[in-house]
């Protein structure tokens, strides 16, 4: 048995996943197959494939390894909740192991099953060990991936603005401030058009950008900018590109507040898992009944926590640490350094 896996692991298993069902295939060490069988994708389903696999392995859940393509989603966590080896594998790297029972290419459940199975006990260094994360991590995770969802959509929204005042209002782009800005935003709410720049009132300039608290450009220089000659349109160009502006804009407000949302929340996870390490319980010196102190007892002095060591690293804020921790915890946890 290779060296990758606990020597008490008995019996593998495979699971090729779907939406609606997940088709399991057990074998033993000597590759003999125990049993196939295909249960539903819901609660009750997950808990049947479970006590299935246990039933015909006759043995603890810690002693079976179960092969998967995907390293997280319900029946991974159903797995690891009850304490199974889970591993995941590459699709790719499945396709490689599919070949060593058929060269055929199309899909077929049972048969990807049996591979999964086969891979683990055949080559378990090719597949991902997964290892149980807490419950602040998983949260990290998401709360990470949904910021950088949003950051992409707001990417893509900026260009698109940025088509628009191009087409029509080029002026704004001279301001010279991000164009998912809030300042922006009013500023354009204020002064949609180049006619609107030529009668609106420098107070009503300087109260946008002072609720901004901007300084490095005043409202003189804003309206000395925005009232430049305008280009010149073909009718009904200027009511298009407003029309599309004025939802684009709603839409880069609302992806602003969620991005904020988001990083408040990725902050307090973060400062939860910063958090002061317990201290050392006190020990007393069996000879003379004296206590010793924590700095005595532990002469490395206060632990760190791995979210305090990598925040410590030059150029790392919340995006990138939460990035790290949640979607690296296997590799920190091990200190892999080439992996990280």
């Known amino acids: 048995m290779s060296k990758n896996l606990p020597l008490t692991i008995l019996i593998f298993s495979g699971i090729d996943w779907g939406s609606k069902s ?3 295939c057990i074998v033993n060490a000597a590759g003999t197959m125990l ?3 295909a249960f539903p994708h819901s609660g009750e389903g997950l808990y049947q494939l479970r006590d299935w696999i246990l039933h015909h392995a006759r043995c603890d859940a810690d002693q079976i390894a179960v092969a998967i393509e995907v390293p997280h989603g319900p029946v991974v966590d159903c797995f690891m ?17 599919r070949d060593r029972f058929s060269p055929a290419g199309a899909k077929d459940d049972r048969r990807d099953a049996r591979v999964l199975a086969d891979a683990v006990r055949t080559d378990p260094g090719c597949l991902r060990r997964l290892d149980p994360m807490d419950a602040e991590i998983i949260q990290l995770r998401e709360w990470s991936r949904m910021a950088g969802e949003l950051t992409a959509q707001r990417t893509r929204l900026t260009h698109q603005v940025r088509t628009q005042l191009w087409r029509y209002f080029p002026q704004f782009l001279e301001l010279g401030f991000p164009l998912y800005s809030a300042v922006l935003r009013d500023l354009w709410t204020l002064i949609p058009t180049p006619a609107r720049a030529r009668r609106v009132r420098l107070a009503s300039v300087e109260k946008v950008l002072k609720r901004h608290r901007i300084r490095r450009i005043n409202a003189e220089q804003v309206l000395q900018i925005l009232r430049t000659t305008p280009i010149s349109m073909a009718d009904g160009v200027q009511e298009a590109a407003t029309a599309n502006l004025r939802l684009r804009f709603r839409r880069l407000a609302l992806i602003q507040a969620q991005l904020q949302e988001a990083k408040g929340a990725m902050e307090t996870i973060l400062e939860t898992l910063s958090a002061e390490v317990p201290p050392v319980p006190v020990q007393v010196d069996s000879e ?21 060591i990598l925040a410590s690293l030059p150029g790392v804020g919340t995006t990138v640490l939460a990035t790290l921790l949640s979607e690296a915890p296997g590799l ?9």
Do not use: C, M, W, Y
Request: glycine share 8%; hydrophobic share 30%; proline share 6%.
């Open 22 to 24: 997940h088709q399991v």
């Open 35 to 37: 049993g196939e069988k």
């Open 81 to 97: 909740e009850h304490g199974f080896q889970v591993f995941a594998i590459n699709p790719k790297q499945l396709d490689r192991f």
């Open 288 to 308: 003379s009944a004296t206590p010793i102190s924590e700095h005595e007892a532990s002469s490395d002095g206060p632990a760190l926590r791995d979210a305090d």
């Open 332 to 340: 920190i946890k091990a200190r892999d350094h080439r992996g990280l």
